[in-house]
């Protein structure tokens, strides 16, 4: 069996897909196979309508060749980007080009019952306005604000909300929903589309999200790192932060003191009427001292704690996104010079800490590119065609 999938159309897709080879000669060249065994494959792949003739490429004399490309209009992805007050869902083709999308303010808190029933009839809604069905969506991506264990695709125990304590997000879309389902936390979705398409020049990366918490992950060269079972990446539940509760029930954690919900806290014990991160930019974006101020302190605790982080991995990057990231400075440069000014001069050298380039759809791309990558698994496609 082994030996069919190494040979089988699933090799063939990867490598259009990617953009690695594309044309007859380049699949040829980049596999080793003979023209009649990848002839095969690629009438197998074409005859599915997973791919399609793209158009022709220039050839250095006589016949020019064949280009491949995914069929992107065979289907339709569906992507969920949870976050701790904010929630954002897309329908995209199937190389995640984003078609319709929408938004609301509801999240975590109101847990998985809430969130994917308000998710279910936006998509029907979408889905209507695009003249299509249920029927046409091949896969679902959904990025969640809590750690997926990586062997069961289960959310583990605990989340930060016991709501969310080993949920399977598939039981939450209706039967006729016949799609590849891909779920991973809210920041790694994030990472894989600022890798991809936001910043693919750069292989090793750290990308934060900052909205109500604080998530963290790692690409290590070109891929997202999530370690043997998915838990990569706590880094907002360091211990060395003070005494104050954090929302995993610990004391002294960087949540605790630098994430939208302590800002949050604050803001309200001061008098002001905040319930979400959007409400906090909102006001920052006013001009109001006390936000600019926590928002100020916020970021250079967050900078602190990444000093670390840039030390034992080396980034060429890190990028914060999220929704706090859309206060902008002075949030962003304290945090940026405060990592900065203490890393070491040889993991800092050249090190830059930038906002997301992709922004609010950052998460919604990564979600239909896990859902992507899910339907289009080498293996998986090499049985269905064989």
Known sequence: MARAMSTGSGVVLDLIRTGAATTRPALIDE???????????????????????AGQTDS??????????????????LSVDIGGSHTRVAVT????????????????????????????????????????????????????????DAATGRLAAPQIDAQWNDVLVQNYFPADFVA??????????????????????????????????????FVLDGRVYRGARGGAGDFSHSFRYGTELCSCGQHGCLEAVASGYAIRRELNALGYRI???????????????????????????????LIDVAGLLNPAMIIIGGQ???????YLSSL?????????????????????????????????????DALFDADRISRLTR
């Open 275 to 305: 319930r979400t991160t959007g409400d906090i930019v909102a006001l920052s974006r006013m001009g109001s001292p006390d936000a600019v101020r926590l928002l100020t302190a916020a970021g250079a605790e967050i900078g602190q704690a």
């Open 31 to 53: 596999l080793g196979w003979s023209r009649i065994t990848l002839a095969r494959r690629l009438d197998e792949l074409l005859a599915a309508g997973i791919i399609m003739v």
């Open 60 to 77: 250095r004399g006589g016949r020019p060749a064949e280009s491949f490309a995914i069929n992107k209009d065979a289907g339709l992805l």
């Open 93 to 148: 083709d199937l190389v995640s080009t984003i078609l319709i999308e929408d938004e609301a303010d509801i999240g975590l808190w109101e847990g998985p019952d809430t969130v994917f029933t308000w998710a279910n009839q936006v998509f029907d809604y979408l889905l209507r306005r695009l003249g299509k069905t249920r029927a046409d969506v091949r896969g679902i991506g959904v990025g969640v604000p809590g750690p997926v």
């Open 180 to 217: 590849i389902f891909a779920v991973d936390r809210d920041v790694n979705i994030m990472a894989v589309a600022e890798s991809r398409l936001g910043w693919p020049e750069n292989r090793d990366l750290t990308v934060l999200k900052v909205g109500l918490g604080i998530g963290c992950a």
């Open 324 to 330: 706090l990231a859309e206060a902008g400075d002075p």
């Open 336 to 372: 940026r010079d405060a990592v900065l000014a203490r890393v070491r001069a040889f993991s800092g050298a050249g090190l830059t800490v930038e906002p997301s380039r992709l922004g609010k759809k950052a998460g919604v791309l990564g979600a239909s590119l896990i859902a992507q």
